[in-house]
């Protein structure tokens, strides 16, 4: 989701991210002139790169060599230089080059995670081949100018957007994975639950302690029924709707941070006032029972 905020005089377009917490990130994105500066502080970076691996060539091969071996030797250090170097530096850096480091920006992945080899493979090879340098810039410019979110078509492909750097706001805590699940939500299978409906349920239990509770308890249970579509197996018997979303947010939540590295702080625990035994109940998720209810301990 797409969205401009005014700021003064400034026009700033921003970007929703959904997180694998399901923690909507508000972020500047980056402006296709800016895009552009910090893209001709690279290439001259490139150009550099690329003199310097010519130098040996030019010793090497001498005033005798054919020019079909020249040429071979140029196209592997264009390749060199402007895919290898480029997929290099923003994998390590994660989303990081010369340029955008010198102008605050940032390449992440459409879930707001950091790059990795893959997507800064295939933006380097469509950033010479298709975006910049077989087509002079033009397909860049133009399909960056045209996408709501600033992509160039390397983008598209790779599934990225270039953001301006700014810290998120702060957002509500998730509650903690609930011990009685614990051992059920290391198993469960929840690769398909879509961002929205994880969004849903998260803004559901930041809202838990304000919402009616005749009303908590049918949403709760709506939300259940929709998040047991797409996660399996059921959870034990008797687990009250709260319990079973929260366990499969802070599933998602540790799963994710898993991918990216190491957390910085716990995935799980317990929460406060969190129960000594589990409660009986009906087996089927489709049909939780009420928020809050049995020995669960309902969000703090």
């Not at 402006?31 to 490139?46: E, Q, S």
């Not at 879509?194 to 239990?205: E, T």
């Amino acid at each position: 989701m797409t969205r401009r905020h005014t700021d003064g005089q400034e026009d700033i377009q921003v970007s929703e991210l959904v997180t694998g917490e399901a923690v909507v990130l508000e972020l500047r994105l980056a402006r296709p002139a800016t895009r552009a500066l910090a893209f001709g502080i690279d290439a001259l970076v490139d150009l550099a790169i690329f003199g310097l691996l010519m130098i040996p060539v030019a010793l090497i091969t001498g005033d005798d060599a054919s020019e079909s071996l020249i040429s071979g030797l140029v196209i592997a250090c264009l390749a060199l230089t402007f895919v290898g170097y480029t997929t290099t530096i923003e994998t390590l850096t994660r989303g990081k080059s010369v340029g955008k480091y010198a102008l605050g920006l940032r390449v992440v992945r459409d879930d707001g995670g950091p790059v990795r080899f893959r997507q800064a493979f295939v933006r380097a090879m469509c950033g010479m081949f298709v975006d910049f340098f077989v087509t002079s810039g033009c397909v860049g410019f133009i399909t960056a100018m045209l996408s709501p979110k600033g992509k160039r078509v390397g983008d598209m492909l790779a599934g990225t957007v270039v953001l301006r750097e700014r810290a998120p706001k702060a957002q509500a805590a998730l509650p903690q994975m609930p011990p009685e699940l614990a051992s059920w939500a290391a198993r469960i299978e929840l690769s398909t639950l879509p961002d929205q409906l994880a969004l849903s349920v998260r803004s559901y239990l930041a809202r838990y302690h304000e919402l009616d509770p005749r009303a908590r308890d049918v949403l709760g249970d709506q939300l259940a029924t929709s998040v047991a579509r797409f996660v399996a197996p059921p959870p034990p018997a008797g687990v009250p709707a709260w319990a079973y979303l929260t366990a499969v947010l802070a599933e998602r939540r540790r799963r994710d941070l898993d991918r990216v590295g190491p957390s910085s702080g716990p995935t799980s625990g317990p929460t406060s006032g969190a129960p000594s035994r589990p409660t009986s109940g009906p087996t089927d998720p489709s049909q939780p029972t009420g928020t809050g209810s049995g020995g669960f301990a309902p969000p703090a």
